[in-house]
């Protein structure tokens, strides 16, 4: 799997953007050899499994310059760098409390020349920021994670979709959402793939 799948669902993307992309592979085995974020096998589908997930969200909402994302525990970098080289005027402020993990982020934004990522060691509540939208990947239930950022959210949306947070998340969530009492928009994943990865997978969008 190569990053001619990412050109494939984004046939837009400059020559510059290509050139990062296709630079992830070679980093992310560089620092998962070091550090284990991805498991042995899965770093094969890189791609698939990671990047282009991550883009499920640039499918959904174009970022605008200007805007402010923060990606709370972003583990390697997921879904903050791929989201950073989509949208190279927007700020993205990737955050997790585990130290090595940060570090991996801030290797990989350097090595493929990312200028509008911003990453920090720390919690999502110490984070003392407004921010246009907050995205995830599956970090915890929704109902644990609502309360971290709420608060958090710029009062004036800029945006098509109004201010709020877009979280990656598989399975039946029906009664997740249910308990976390938010507002929310599930859309699937296979409305953008073809890939068999992506059926049971969604974008949770929770306007604030």
């Not at 899965?42 to 698939?48: E, P």
């Not at 599956?138 to 994670?145: D, K, N």
């Not at 249910?178 to 699937?188: F, N, V």
Request: glycine share 6%.
């Amino acid at each position: 799997m190569t990053s001619d799948i990412i050109s494939y669902y984004f046939p837009d993307l400059s020559s510059k953007q290509k050139e990062q992309f296709a630079e992830l592979d070679e980093l992310y085995r560089f620092w998962n050899a070091r550090i284990n974020l991805i498991s042995r096998k899965d770093i094969d589908m890189l791609y698939l499994h990671h990047i282009l997930h991550s883009l499920a969200i640039a499918k959904l909402i174009s970022f605008l310059p200007g805007e402010k994302v923060l990606d709370v525990g972003t583990g390697g970098g997921f879904p903050g760098i791929p989201l950073a080289i989509m949208f190279p005027e927007t700020d993205f402020h990737l955050v997790d409390s585990i130290g090595k993990k940060i570090k991996v982020v801030q290797e990989v934004a350097s090595g493929c020349g990312l200028t509008n990522v911003r990453a920090s060691h720390a919690r999502a509540e110490q984070i003392d920021e407004k921010f246009h939208f907050v995205v995830s990947r599956a970090v915890t239930r929704l109902s644990e994670f609502y309360p971290w950022v709420k608060g958090k959210f710029e009062k004036k949306s800029m945006n098509t979709l109004q201010n709020g947070i877009l979280y990656l998340k598989g399975g039946d969530l029906t009664e997740e959402i249910k308990e976390s009492g938010l507002k929310a928009e599930l859309i699937p994943l296979s409305n953008f793939f073809k890939e068999d990865y992506f059926d049971t997978k969604f974008v949770v969008y929770i306007p604030q």
